[in-house]
């Protein structure tokens, strides 16, 4: 039997508040990665005898500070999508060839913790439009912190693991006044990039800032057709400044704004007219705290931002809608270091409220019927306070890396009208809840005779994202099905165990890695038969619902060979595999990946050639709206040179992206939306001092 229920008219002028286990033969083969020269392995080194202890990745930006990044990026004016892309541990979902969703061991952002900075943000877009990475700039960034698992439990709950975007600071290095300008030009589809940044820094204080602008037309796929509605327009602006109040006590600030105009999603039924962001932080920072207590760092932030969906430039569409959303978010963290002969604690606490609302408002072909509207996020209001401990303990033959964390964390639902609108599927369902949160990690280190060899083995939860708890007919055209959220979902669950072999030679080095998550009421969409579609051409409805568990394991192996003082040979091949209690594949799961590279750098000139590619996608689910994608590799080749005027320099790069204008997609390209044909860049970048 059918579940019908009216859609009343809703205030325009409302005051809206922003508000199995299985086991595969592991595949040693040896290719070679791009970009490893822009990327690091980031250490926590607590003094000499106690070896670096964590799994996670350093993306260092190519700004015009770190001198050999910049020569070594492939493309140094790249998207900060393009940057995460290029990382040995992150995919990213492509809706468009904008704000491309990132995936750390084949899980998307609501099992992630997405920071800037360590302040928590959230999306304002119930079609993941606007992933955190969105609403910053290369032009802000230093680097970008990847933590796999529970070893990212820092920033918050987490089952896949955290990114975390650090901003670039002078740091009262005394330079003086800097600046630079920087500009670029892509042929495939004629993005422009301008922009520049000057900073000033003594020993006393410094302030930064920085303004970009990015515009693009549609872009071309291989074999030279043109994908619709793949242009976009972005301008950020960032500013952040530090004043020593006394010789060992700093307060610092930070303030970015970001915002898109006119983007176009050629793999979703909708655009986005305006994306808008408001960041802001006031930190103070004490190296000498209370008795043994060190490096207190305490932070105070407040964000705000604005999604608006239309459909206002497609032709032909059902029935026209507006989608906007609002996601304001307020928090705090306050951390300090503990050592204790032959301990290193770290202690922290942090918090965040976070309103998020959106609406959706339809409009008949008909002028004489009611416009219809409904809230899909209800107004949902998140209350999170959080403790997080680690202990780093010398064990003389070994590091021993132990870390925990406890969080409380409730939901309220604000709106009556999206409450009510809710307990039509759940009528005893209350307005409020709370929830427990917890996790442990445990992580050891240990040189051998040839081999660096971590092992680690975690256990974390958390709770349902907004959507999947509260959301009210999500649209999804991937697999072409609404989705509602469930209020009584168990919390998601996982046990990861990992494990890294690190072989150090004279000139090559070799990493080999793997990681298991078990995760008990794993929370996907159902199909639930009953219920009728809102959404005209969907294929049905589905909950959100708690699977038994859900298997996911990563094998990857990396290289570096250092050729000669100017010449290395770098590669990265990856495998991943993703089932549910009944053999049943997941979807958005890696094929079998690999990335190789040459690459010369030598005093002023840097050169690049790089392969990369995938194999063909076997193991899809097509109910979620997969399919079997076609095996691709793609050439590169970039060249740079650096240029000294007067006291000052010029950085020339030109390069061809997809040489062969090969026509490819990916498995995380939304509806097999074709990627980017061959493309010319240049970019130029001066620097004055």
Known sequence: MKTEFDVRSYPKNRICLKTKALLLSTIFVIAFQLNVLAQEQAVIIVNDTILPVNLDEVIVIANYKNALEHRAQNKPLSTLDEYLESSKKLNMIKRGAYAWEPVLNDMSSERLTVSID???????????????????????????????????????????????????????????????????????????????????????????????????????AGGGEEVNYSQFEKYNL????????????????????????????????MDVSLARAFIGSVSYIQPKFIGALSDWDSKVYANSITHI???????????????????????YYSQAKLKLEKHAFLFKIDGFYNRSLAEMTMYPNDPNENEMFMLTWPDVRTLNSGLYAEDIFDLNEGTLK??????????????????????????????RQTRFLKSFSSLYATKMAKADVKLGLSYGD????????????????????????????????????????LFPFKNFKLNLEGNYFHTMDYIIGEVSPDLSVMTIGADGVKIYKNLEYANLYNVSVDGTYQITPGFSWNGFISYHRGQDQDN??????????YRSSVQYVKGSFSGNIAMNGAAEQVNFNPSYGEDRTKA????????????????NSLYLKTGVENIFDTNYSTYADWKNIPRMGRNIFLTCSYTIN
């Open 402 to 431: 132990i870390s925990s964390r406890i969080t409380v964390q409730g939901f309220t639902i604000a709106d009556e009208f999206g409450l009510n609108s809710l307990r039509i599927f759940y009528p005893t369902m209350p307005q």
């Open 118 to 220: 360590g302040m928590r943000i959230f999306g304002a877009c119930t079609d993941k439009m606007d992933p955190i990475t969105s609403y910053v700039d290369v032009s802000n960034l230093n680097d970008i912190h990847v933590a796999s698992g529970q070893q990212g439990a820092e920033h918050g709950a987490t089952i896949g693991g955290s990114i975390d975007l650090r901003l670039e600071k002078s740091n009262f290095k005394p330079t003086g006044w800097v600046g630079s300008f920087e500009t670029g030009f892509e042929s495939n589809n004629a993005s422009r990039i301008i922009g520049g940044e000057l900073n000033y820094s003594n020993d006393n204080f410094y302030i930064d800032s920085d303004v970009i602008f990015r515009k693009a037309d549609n872009y071309v």
């Open 584 to 593: 049943i594949n997941l979807p958005f799961i890696s094929p079998f990946a």
């Open 238 to 269: 960032s500013t952040n400044a530090g004043f020593k109040i006394d010789n060992d006590k700093k307060l610092l600030a930070s303030f970015i704004f970001d915002e898109a105009r006119d983007v176009g999603y050629p793999a979703l039924p």
């Open 462 to 501: 958390r709770a349902p994202s907004v959507s999947e708890g509260f959301g009210f007919y999500l649209f999804n055209s991937f697999d072409n099905h609404d989705y509602i959220g469930d209020p009584n979902l168990e919390n998601e669950k996982s046990l990861e165990g990992n494990v890294s072999f």
């Open 632 to 647: 691709y590799t793609i050439f590169s080749v970039s060249l740079g040179k650096t240029l000294s005027i007067s006291d």
């Open 309 to 331: 969906m239309d459909d206002s430039k497609r032709p032909d569409v059902p029935i026209r809608m507006d989608m906007p959303g609002w996601s304001d978010t307020y928090g």
